[in-house]
Nanobody, 117 residues
């Protein structure tokens, strides 16, 4: 079993910053990568960023590249998402995901990020 817990969401003005955290516990040895997704009501969940546990290779959606940075602390089983220069369109519920074989299999409960204009 795997548990993922997100934290760090909140309300911020456009141009501001937030740092999200995702702590993993349980049988995390099966997880190959960690990622962040986001979802707005009425829309499909979209990919934001991902990072591999072993090599630290990162990938970003074009919409956030240059503004968001994903990182990891293997000793703490924690993944972070530093979000800078936030825009109103970044408003969404952000979900942490753990992947096996390139497919997200474990999900956190989500944390709300609201960017005001």
């Amino acid at each position: 079993q795997v548990q993922l817990v997100e934290s760090g969401g909140g309300l911020v003005q456009a141009g501001g910053s937030l740092r999200l955290s995702c702590a993993a516990s349980g049988r995390t040895f099966s997880i190959q990568g960690m990622g962040w997704f986001r979802q707005t009501p009425g829309k499909e969940r979209e990919f934001v960023a991902t990072i591999s546990w072993s090599g630290g290779r990162t990938y970003y959606a074009d919409s956030v590249k240059g503004r968001f940075t994903i990182s990891r602390d293997n000793a703490k089983n924690t993944v972070y998402l530093q979000m800078n220069n936030l825009k109103p369109e970044d408003t969404a519920v952000y979900y942490c995901a753990g992947s096996e074989g390139g497919t997200p299999r474990y999900w956190g409960q989500g944390t709300q990020v609201t960017v005001s204009s």
